[in-house]
């Protein structure tokens, strides 16, 4: 695959995409274990976290996802295992022993039922269909419907560029959105009541959405960054629990949707997302202020409207603020600022890029592990 340890980008991007789409089914298979399933969430400490929230939690499903995503990325770029990093470490405990096991990926099936029977003790069953499927090549998934429109898109780019994998590494969110994943709640997309939002007026030109999360909002996340600028260059996001038309499916069950990127060469690179041959127009302020945000008309798809994503923690930090807000006494009235409350970072992300938000608003930088 590689010459002179250079890899073609189409190559690496094919990899992240299927290795997202393995990353989603083992969080539908973990999470149809509903007896089983609250045993398999662990609390992490706040040096775990490595964030500012009360409570952080991590299930089975992150250590898999993240460790099996290092596993088939090492396999297929042997020099770039290494290289891969994430939120969780590879330490699940067993929830009736106490054990502390740690979920290495070894080369045979065997192998690896064995360590995940010392977590699911008793589920010898779901051990064996766990280690199947980390196990099955990336080319299990290549038919899949959430996968195969993206392949041909891929195998199509007018990209001939070839990447020096020593100068890149790669950042995994195995599950963004754990809380929601967690609930379990689902989406039902015939009820317009499970998707209406509430709307809380806060002052006469600042609105909020209350948007309750649902297995929509999880999102497995997979981004290759330059080492030296920390610059993301490509980036897939899969969200697994993305409710499609059961008709429309080739597989028997639902494989949800994802979505990639590129910024490589200047070019701005995506198959089904708006094309862009721009930068985000998401700004930074460090001098925040709201004069600044209500200025950014051009961001604007909607005359006198800004739809700002944030989190429910970050709004209630503005609140006191934004009801003091008092706008100026002339013709050139700022935009109306609607906040939407919803969960899942990627899952912002996602909105923004496809242009359903103006403006993900993040006031808390996420300190970095990687050196």
């Known amino acids: 695959m590689t010459c002179d340890n250079l890899t073609p980008v189409t190559i690496l991007l094919e990899t992240l995409v299927l290795c997202s789409e393995k990353a989603a089914d083992i969080a539908r298979l973990i999470r149809t274990q509903y007896a089983l399933f609250p045993t398999l969430i662990q609390h992490k400490s706040h040096k775990e976290s490595g964030t500012d929230f009360a409570a952080d939690v991590m299930t089975l499903a992150d250590v898999l996802i993240q460790q099996s995503i290092r596993h088939d990325i090492g396999k297929e770029f042997p020099s770039f295992g290494g ?39 008793d589920q010898q069953s779901l051990a064996g269909a766990l280690a199947e499927l980390i196990l099955s090549p990336l080319s299990h998934f290549r038919l899949r419907s959430a996968v ?17 994998l020593t100068k890149f590494a790669v950042w995994v969110d195995p599950i963004d959105g754990t809380a929601e994943y967690v609930k379990g709640n689902k ?53 697994p629990f993305f409710p499609r038309v059961a008709a429309s499916l080739g597989d028997s069950q639902s494989s949800g949707r994802l979505f990639w990127g590129s910024t490589l060469g200047g070019s701005y690179l995506s198959s089904n997302c708006l094309p862009s041959s721009a930068p985000s127009i998401t700004k930074c302020f460090p001098d925040w202020s709201l004069q600044k945000l209500s200025s950014s008309s051009d961001s604007m798809t909607d005359v006198g ?62 300190p970095s592990s990687i050196s």
């Not at 022993?97 to 990926?105: A, H, K, P, Y």
């Not at 199509?156 to 070839?162: G, P």
């Not at 948007?211 to 497995?220: F, H, M, Q, W």
Request: glycine share 4%.
């Open 83 to 121: 290289s891969v990093y994430g939120e969780e470490n590879s330490v699940f405990r067993a929830a009736q022993s106490g054990e502390n096991v740690q979920l290495t990926i070894p080369q045979t099936l065997d192998e690896l039922q064995s360590i995940l029977s010392h977590v699911l003790e």
């Open 148 to 164: 195969l429109e993206h392949l041909v898109s891929i195998s199509q780019l007018d990209v001939s560029a070839q990447l020096d």
């Open 187 to 239: 989406c039902d997309v015939s009820s317009e009541e499970t998707r209406a939002p509430s709307l809380d007026v806060v002052s006469p030109h600042v609105f909020r959405y209350r948007i309750s999360g649902t297995l929509d909002n999880v999102t497995v996340l997979i981004g290759l960054f330059d080492r030296t600028s920390r610059l993301p260059v490509l980036g897939v996001i899969n969200q």
């Open 305 to 366: 409207k800004l739809r700002v994503a944030c989190s429910s923690s970050d709004f209630d930090c503005l609140e006191r603020i934004l009801k003091d807000c008092t706008p100026p006494v002339d013709d050139d009235l700022p935009p109306e600022l609607v906040f939407v409350s919803c969960a899942g970072a990627g899952f912002k992300l996602l909105c923004l890029i496809l242009c359903q938000l103006d403006i993900y608003l993040l006031l808390k930088a996420i």
